[in-house]
């Protein structure tokens, strides 16, 4: 089975929200920097949001800055990605990633993934 689990992926109309969450079975979870990734098929995995280990600070792409919000909760294990304003654009596979390395402005992500959740936004 794999370390982390998403769910809450779906089809909904541009506009609309969806709430995807990212469960952990790693003990590390708390300490552990996790990210958001999607992939389109054909395409190469591209990085969503991230958020650190215990502040909660949080770094977007700038095509899901303002309308996407990560957030965590260590003692649950679990970390969530609140998408508001869909766009068709926002359709792909979403992926959590747990302990993705930073430099400067770019994040690099681990090999610790989930399965995925899909995520269809229709016009």
């Known amino acids: 089975q794999a370390p982390l689990v998403e769910s809450g992926g779906g089809l909904v109309q541009a506009g609309g929200s969806l709430r995807l969450t990212c469960t952990s079975s790693?003990?590390?979870?708390?300490?552990?920097?996790m990210a958001w990734y999607r992939q389109i098929p054909g395409q190469e995995r591209e990085f969503v949001a991230a958020i650190s280990r215990t502040f909660g600070r949080t770094f977007y792409a700038d095509s899901v800055a303002g309308r996407f919000t990560i957030s965590r909760d260590n003692t649950l294990n679990t970390m969530w990605l609140q998408m508001n304003s869909l766009k068709v654009e926002d359709t792909a596979v979403y992926f959590c990633?747990?302990?993705?390395?930073?430099?400067?402005?770019?994040?690099?992500?681990?090999?610790?993934w989930g399965q995925g959740t899909q995520v269809v936004v229709s016009s």
């Open positions: 990633n747990q302990r993705p390395t930073r430099e400067g402005t770019t994040w690099y992500a681990s090999d610790v």
């Open positions: 790693l003990r590390t979870f708390p300490s552990d920097p």
